[in-house]
């Protein structure tokens, strides 16, 4: 699926970015009438990019700030319909309690400080995962940003915290099974954390590892992958053009056949049934 703005607001991004830039050059080579409806991104990489400049992992999340920042103000000016960031999910309380601690603080901080930008450029916030079992000031400044930005219309950021895709299924299924409706995927979809948007087109993973970490595990069905290298804090505006740009290259066949297969449709010399 793509966004049906895509093609108008590419035009608010090129008109942002720098005469000459690298930036400039890579959103241009986007095609505007492609751009994914739904974007997800798993932020990995932040202790290692710590460690290897000898700080300590906390000092990782907090150079990811930065590059959220970025990511969201990009997606939100090239109308991307929905980014989907993991943030924290339900394995993470094993950290040690002062990781997680600062995780809330920096999570507090990014919200207040990011609340201008969200109105700027008419972002609506939303958190998913099992907020019930958060810090209640985490839950009131998450509630906080919710209502704030619940009358805007651009980019949907879901914000995913202490998020699990097991877990989501397990509270999607425990509604089906109180509202005794009939299980189909429509009615499950529904019952998801992301009701009513659409599915990731793209999945992005910083830092190299080639696993799923429980993320959107129904959604992501079709998603297509990119994974790099880059570390979640040195994650730029150019690397998530290219994840774009390599996206937009890909031949996403959900199963049937691909624009090139249509010519090979001759008989193979199979028996006749
Ligand atoms: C994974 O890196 C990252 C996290 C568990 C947290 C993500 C948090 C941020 C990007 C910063 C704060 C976010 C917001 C929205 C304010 P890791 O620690 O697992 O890295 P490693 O695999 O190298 O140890």
């Known amino acids: ?40 991104i798993i932020m990995d990489g932040n202790g290692r990019w710590a460690r290897q400049r000898n700080l300590p992992r906390v000092a990782g999340h907090k150079a990811g ?12 000016q090239m109308g991307v319909g929905a980014l989907t960031l993991y943030a924290f999910s339900v ?7 002062m990781e997680v601690d600062t995780l809330w603080r920096l999570l507090r901080l990014y ?21 019930g079992e958060l810090p209640a000031q985490v839950r009131a400044d998450l509630d906080d940003v919710t209502r704030q930005t619940s009358g805007n219309r651009g980019l949907r950021l879901n914000l995913a915290i202490n998020y699990g895709g097991r877990a989501e299924l397990v509270d999607a299924v425990k509604a089906l099974v ?12 529904e019952r998801l954390y992301t009701a009513g948007q659409p599915d990731p087109d793209l999945l992005i993973r910083t830092s190299g590892e080639m696993r799923i970490s429980n993320f959107l595990l129904w959604q992501i069905a079709y998603a297509e992958l990119y994974v790099t290298e880059t570390l979640w804090p040195d994650f730029t505006r150019a690397e998530l053009l290219r994840a774009i740009l390599d996206y937009q290259k890909r031949d996403r066949r959900y ?10 449709l001759e008989p193979v010399g199979l028996p006749a049934q």
């Open 91 to 97: 394995e993470n309380w094993k950290r040690p309690r």
């Open 255 to 264: 199963g049937g056949l691909g624009s090139s297969d249509a010519i090979e």
């Open 111 to 131: 919200l207040r400080s990011e609340l201008a930008l969200m109105m700027r450029h008419d972002i609506r916030f939303t958190a998913i995962g099992r907020l």
């Open 65 to 76: 700030v930065p590059a959220v920042r970025t990511t969201v103000e990009t997606c939100a």
């Open 178 to 189: 109180k509202a005794d409706v009939e299980v189909t995927e429509q009615s499950i979809s």
């Open 1 to 40: 699926m793509v966004t049906e703005n895509g093609s108008v607001k590419m035009k608010v991004l090129l008109e942002a970015l720098a005469p000459g830039s690298e930036d400039l050059a890579l959103a241009r080579a986007i095609d505007s009438t492609r751009i994914p409806a739904h974007i997800a």
